[in-house]
């Protein structure tokens, strides 16, 4: 009986790194994309936090929790997207590993691709900010203009409304000095009666009208002011809320499209993502 030894050659499989970074970095890129995308529309419309109002008066807190909704869909398609370009582009691992190991794999290069579009965006926020706030930076010989004018701007026109306005004091200083002022009322103690009594002063002095119409502009100016004020606060909060509510839904959404392209990758049924790990 002849015998003979056979070699198999068993081809061996080249060993794939845990983290891919060109998928990772595909797919910040085309999350970022989308956002931009999206966000740009929703400004458009006027549903976005880079809103298109002309002021911050027309910031109601409906309109704040529209913007929230809005920027939870945001999150949802933009990251779902990158999620999805990072785990199908990532390189297919040893058909013999454990599918959980997998999964594990393809979610965390899902998430990493968050994490990335969320800093690019961050970064190019904080850019176009910088640029505003260095434009909005007036000489110093120009009056110190108050953060927070805009937001009062109409009580302040109210405020120093003339038919003849006198030919000698700077409005524009005035009108700063009494932003600050209003702005204070919402504060603890709110306006003191020093101060109320002399931007009464101020306003008579800028707009020569008698003192009793100079009060009561002045009163109507301060409940004006502390009701924009409160708006502004109650929209800023529902629109931080929401943001980082946002953040945190796209996180779960980039890591389950992540799995998700991983599994149209490896050829196997993405229905079954939906479903809860049975294990014997």
Known sequence: MESSDRTETVPVQAATPFLQWTPVVAGAFVAAAVSVILIAFGSAIGLSIVSSSSTWRDASPALAVASGLYLLLTALVS???????????????????????VEFRDGTHGLLAWALAVVMTGLVAAASAASLVSKAVQPATSPAATTGEPLI????????????????????????????ILLTATGRQGITPE???????????????????????????????TAAVQKARRSAVILGFSTAVSLLVGAAAAWYTSCVGGRYR?????????RWPQHA
Do not use: C, K
């Not at 490896?266 to 939906?274: E, H, K, L, R």
């Open 195 to 225: 101060d109320r009594a002399y931007l009464a002063r101020l306003v008579a002095s800028r707009t020569g009208i008698g003192q009793p119409d100079a009060e009561r502009r002045v009163a109507d100016a301060i409940a004006g002011a």
């Open 79 to 101: 990251f779902g997207f990158g999620g999805y370009v990072a785990g199908r582009l990532r390189e297919r691992w040893s058909t013999s590993a454990h599918s959980d190991i």
């Open 266 to 274: 490896d050829g196997v049924d993405p229905s079954s993502a939906w």
């Open 153 to 180: 701007a109409y009580e302040l026109d109210r405020l120093f409304r003339a038919e003849r306005r006198p030919a000698d004091g700077d409005l524009a200083y005035s009108r700063a000095e009494a932003s600050r």
